[in-house]
């Protein structure tokens, strides 16, 4: 796109995506993540998430109409119409990307997020919604963040 600075903006994988990339783009001048739990070593799933049953479905290779729905509805706060199209896009996703999410995380084939936001200078916005239904507040405001923006 030619930027030579920009700020990089993630919705909950893409949260993880622009954390694990400031260090590996030029221009990159602050980070805003929504809906992410920045991932420590070793993860802590129970506190960075509510405990939902549905969001097994997140790493499932298949995913019913149904099941898509149901884990929709969980990241839209009273929206049908979002939730039903956020269910349409989650069923026509690769069943071996869900997979290989859930295996990547598994391995540990990740970067230490915690760290990369307690060690780096770059402004943070974190967004999070007090309807939020997935990720734990207490887990977010518990982050070392060193130049978080608030």
Request: aromatic share 6%.
């Amino acid at each position: 796109m030619g930027l030579k600075e920009f700020i990089l903006v993630g919705h909950s994988i893409g949260g993880h995506i622009a954390i694990e990339s400031i260090n590996k783009i030029n221009g990159v001048k602050g980070v805003m993540v929504l809906g992410t739990p920045a991932i420590g070593f070793p993860p802590e799933m129970d506190k960075m998430f509510f405990p939902k049953p549905v969001m097994g479905n997140l790493y499932a290779p298949k995913i019913s109409n149904e099941e898509a729905l149901k884990l929709s509805t969980e990241f839209v706060h009273q929206n049908d119409a979002v939730a039903i199209e956020l269910s349409e896009i989650i069923c026509a996703t690769d069943g071996n990307t869900r997979t290989n999410l859930g295996a990547s995380i598994g391995k540990g084939e990740f970067k230490n997020e915690k760290e990369i936001l307690e060690k780096h200078d770059l402004p943070v916005a974190i967004v999070h919604g007090e309807k939020e239904k997935l990720v734990q507040w207490d887990y977010v405001n518990s982050l070392k963040v060193k130049n978080l923006w608030n």
